[in-house]
């Protein structure tokens, strides 16, 4: 509530302000009073041009359209109000008065020049050059939403981002899209304002002159002086600050995204390198020795290069001292002679290993970040497959190619893939975007066409219509998609173990009727790996168990263990295959072909009784109708007898890529089943 009421006096002083520059406009006010406002004019465009240069990035000064709008509007009131006075009285405060003589030395025409340089400058550089900018920008925030939106959703499919995380980044990306189109409107403001300030200045000189002449008993020499150097006075006083504030929206315009501000980051880039500042000291020597130039000033400046260049090398040393030491204290390499015999035994269950040149992924930054990336990963296994990825370690590997990465399980390479560091690897989703320069590649968890891209063609290429994604995030997408074919290996007995200990906190009843009186850990874990091998989440573990349970008092086959505990947990298995409406979309076997494998299959000899090179017609068969299901759109799901399914998931697995083998009873939660395929085998 008092944030609200804050809030709210906010907004009344806001209306507030608008009210008084309508009453400035259309009531006389007192010198006195003109002299204050001008004052507050001079201090707000102050204002608005150091916080532009604090300020980190552009969007962290939304408002500065607004702001943009309301300084021209008080501007303009500024300049009806000091206007009247000057017709009226010929006199017009203070402060005016002294722009008028002082700054330009009492000299009308002296004023007029120095008026029409500012407004050159103002009119035609900067406002020129901060429009034509603003309009750029505008246009490539619009146009690269949709890649950068893309680059989210694959940032959150792979896992490295969660929903809120996602959701923030959007609605930052939303943000910046609507600044920069603000800011592209917001230049006519200044644009305006300059003009407005050159209309209003013509208008006082001929109407004072009318004034003075007419009215006043004037003569023309005396009229001119006077109203010129007071009309002069009003347009600095009211350019001055436009100056100000049209140069802050050229700063923030052309100003990159970066966390520092642009004093600082400016220091860091042109008075960083010790060599640069002696270059420019050398040359400023060679100009001093030129006949008439001021030899002593060049001289000093050269000087003070120097000195400066010496402690920018300083600076550069030390910083590069400090990152070395960080990261030996981070990596301690200990002395191998040293190590007892029985570490040596260990082997890593999970392992990333890199070449030397992508070692700097694992380090924090735009580029790096990688155990960020894999803590968000085995977050992401629990949710979604109730699954704890086992640690998983990242070191480098001399013995790999530089660019060059393994994963492995127990000690084995499992995939490998290639990156560059600091580059980005540009695909095409739709298959029909513009070429684009890079190397070509494959991307290593989908095999899809792809080219690693410069940083400097990324904002391009999403243009373009390209999906980008920076290395880090390809390495994890593959060590998604390799995790997720291993993750019945995964599982360990200790694993299950910690699993049904954490369960039985909460459910005793359960644990105690099953383990170890019906079945032991290996068993259970035997049936987990299953269900993980065909990319079914064992989150619901209470369920899972209670389905074993009841099943045991029946058979202790661990296979047919396994599809009673999928008919239990159909749901779960279905419901990522249906359609916003509750639709399962699934192939089917002809029936007679159905049958045929039915009846082979029951007999000793199982597969053995199907004709000869049945079996593999029958896959590829299988393969190209789920194959058009993927290319479709649709889930490649295969729906069969239970005493069919196994087999089948089975002979299938790993020549369709993510395809799912139900029987028609783990279709019931289904609303409806629709046949996208029906499959037959001649002969």
């Known amino acids: 509530m008092a944030d609200r009421g804050k809030s709210n006096s906010k907004n009344s002083l806001l209306a507030l302000f ?14 006195l ?17 150091m916080a532009v240069l604090n300020a980190g990035r552009p969007v962290e000064f939304s408002t500065f359209p607004s702001v943009l709008l309301f300084t021209a509007l008080f501007r303009l009131a500024l300049n009806v109000a000091s206007t009247r006075l000057i017709l009226l009285e010929g006199d017009a405060g203070d402060v ?41 920008a505008a246009r490539f925030a619009l146009d690269s939403m949709p890649g950068k939106q893309m680059s989210i959703d694959a940032d959150l499919g792979a896992g490295l981002l969660t929903a809120d995380e996602a959701r923030v980044r959007r609605q930052a990306l939303t943000t910046e899209m609507e600044f920069y189109g603000a800011m592209d409107g917001a230049g006519k403001f200044v644009r305006g304002d300059a003009i407005a300030g050159l209309i209003i200045t013509g208008i006082n000189i001929v109407g004072g002159l009318v004034m003075g002449i007419a009215f006043s008993g004037m003569s023309a020499g005396a009229a001119f002086e006077k109203y010129t150097i007071l009309t002069i006075g009003d347009g600095l006083v009211a350019q001055i600050p436009a100056l100000l504030v049209s140069t802050a929206a050229g700063i923030l315009v052309t100003k990159g995204a970066s966390e520092s501000s642009l004093g600082e980051e400016m220091g860091d880039q042109m008075l960083a390198s010790g060599r640069t500042l002696r270059l420019v000291a050398g040359v400023l020597v060679v100009i001093a020795l030129l006949p008439g130039m001021p030899t002593l000033l060049f001289l000093g400046i050269a000087g003070a290069l120097l000195a400066y260049s010496s402690a920018a090398d300083a600076a550069l040393v030390r910083a590069e001292t400090e ?50 990336h894999i803590r968000a990963l085995r977050r992401q296994f629990a949710q979604n497959l109730g699954l704890v990825v086992p640690p998983i370690r990242v ?54 066409p792809a080219r690693w891209i410069a940083e400097s063609d990324k904002d391009r290429a999403e243009l373009l219509g390209y999906t980008v994604i920076d290395a880090a995030s390809v390495l994890i997408t593959h060590l998604t998609e390799s995790l997720k074919k291993i993750a019945g290996e995964l599982l360990s007995r200790d694993d299950v173990k910690s699993l049904v200990d954490n369960l039985k906190k909460t459910s005793p009843a359960v644990v105690d009727e099953l383990i170890p009186s019906q079945l032991t850990v290996g068993q259970v874990q035997r049936v987990l790996a299953g269900l993980l091998r065909e990319g079914v989440p064992i989150r619901n573990l209470q369920t899972i168990l209670e389905a074993l349970a009841d099943a045991c008092t029946e058979t202790k086959d661990l296979r047919q263990l396994t599809e009673h505990v999928r008919g239990r ?70 729906v069969t007898r239970a005493s069919l399914r196994p087999f089948l998931a089975e002979a299938i697995a790993g020549v369709i890529p993510n395809a799912a083998v139900l029987s028609y009873q783990e279709t019931s939660p289904a609303r409806k089943v629709e046949t996208t395929q029906r499959i037959a085998v001649a002969g």
């Open 395 to 448: 070191r480098d590997n001399v013995q790999l190619e530089p660019n060059t990465y393994r994963i492995t399980l127990g000690g084995q390479e499992v995939a490998r893939g290639t990156l560059r560091a600091g580059q980005y690897l540009a695909m095409d989703p739709s298959g029909t975007a513009a070429p684009i320069h890079g190397i070509e590649t494959v991307e290593p968890a989908f095999g899809l």
């Open 96 to 136: 005016i008065k002294t722009f008028g003589e002082f700054v330009v030395g009492g000299e009308p025409l002296v004023g007029i020049v120095i008026f029409l340089v500012l407004v050159v400058i103002q009119f035609i550089v900067i406002t020129k050059g901060q429009g034509r900018i603003s309009e750029v």
């Open 323 to 372: 990152k070395a030491a960080a990261a030996a204290a981070k990596e301690p390499k200990p002395d191998e002679n040293q190590q007892p015999v029985e570490e040596l035994l260990g082997v890593d269950r999970l392992g990333v290993e890199l070449g030397f040149r992508l070692i700097g992924l694992v380090e924090p930054g735009k580029h790096g970040g990688l155990l960020d």
């Open 569 to 638: 947990i159909a749901r779960t298995i279905v419901e990522p295959h249906l359609d916003p409406v509750g639709t399962l979309h699934a192939a089917f076997l002809d029936p007679d072909l159905e049958r045929n494998l039915a009846e082979a299959l029951a007999g000793n000899e199982g597969a053995a009784n199907l004709p000869a090179g049945f079996l593999g017609r029958f896959v590829d068969r299988t393969a190209e109708a789920l194959s058009t299901m993927a290319r479709s759109g649709r889930d490649p799901v295969l």
């Open 33 to 49: 009073l003109l002299d204050a406002m001008l004052c507050l004019n001079i201090t707000s465009s102050l204002l608005i041009l």
């Open 18 to 31: 608008f009210v008084a520059i309508l009453g400035v406009m259309l009531v006389p006010v007192p010198s």
